[in-house]
């Protein structure tokens, strides 16, 4: 499976709570391409709900686990 590095931006900021908004903003592109992009990595990668778009995006090292008091949470 090959993923633009557009579409990887779009996921790895996405994955990290930003808004379809937020996202558009960062990497000036609009609302609305944010919104494709997640959907055809979710087409493609057989995703339905944001916890699997998270966990990809961990399991391929775009989204760092999150860090409290110097400790990985997992």
């Known amino acids: ?32 391409t944010v919104e494709t992009y997640k959907k055809r990595i979710g087409d493609k990668l057989g995703f339905a709900h944001r916890s699997e778009y998270v966990r990809f995006a961990l399991e391929v090292s775009v989204l760092a686990p999150p860090v409290r008091d110097g400790l990985t949470v997992s």
Do not use: D, H, N, Y
């Open 1 to 32: 499976m090959i993923l633009r590095r557009s579409a990887i931006a779009v996921l790895t900021k996405r994955s990290r709570a930003s808004s379809a908004p937020e996202v558009g903003a960062q990497l000036s592109i609009s609302k609305k």
